[in-house]
């Protein structure tokens, strides 16, 4: 599967993005989607997750309160509502699907997301 990430870019500390991760060539409505992101000089994190169906959620405790994953599976697409954004949220935010139908937990590591990887959209938070 294809996706592609967008929704990035400047943002003042507190304000908010919605990011976006629309799939094509295959359909992801029985795959878990997560969010990961990068900052310069660090690893890979897991930001958020939702299982196939949206009834389970995950976030990293970093943006647990400001940070909402959706999915809208008649669109094949995936979003991320990040608000009270700081400077610490800056990096660049990864899609992933995971190619397991219907599993029942959020992955929260990355190598669990092997159906495919978003290209990376960039967020830069700064005054």
């Known amino acids: 599967v294809q996706l592609q990430a967008s929704g990035g870019g400047l943002v003042q500390p507190g304000g908010s993005l919605r990011l976006s991760c629309a799939a094509s060539?295959?359909?992801?409505?029985?795959?878990?989607i997560g969010w990961f992101r990068q900052a310069p000089g660090k690893g890979r994190e897991f930001v958020a997750g939702?299982?196939?169906?949206?009834?389970?959620?995950d976030y990293a405790y970093s943006v647990k309160g400001r940070f909402t994953i959706s999915r809208d599976n008649a669109k094949n697409t995936v979003f991320l509502q990040m608000n009270n954004l700081q400077p610490e949220d800056a990096a660049v935010y990864y899609c992933a699907a995971d190619s397991r139908a219907m599993r029942s937990e959020v992955p929260v590591t990355a190598t669990m997301y092997d159906y495919g990887w978003g290209q990376g959209t960039l967020v830069t938070v700064s005054s």
């Open positions: 060539g295959r359909a992801i409505k029985w795959s878990a």
């Open positions: 939702t299982t196939w169906n949206g009834v389970k959620t």
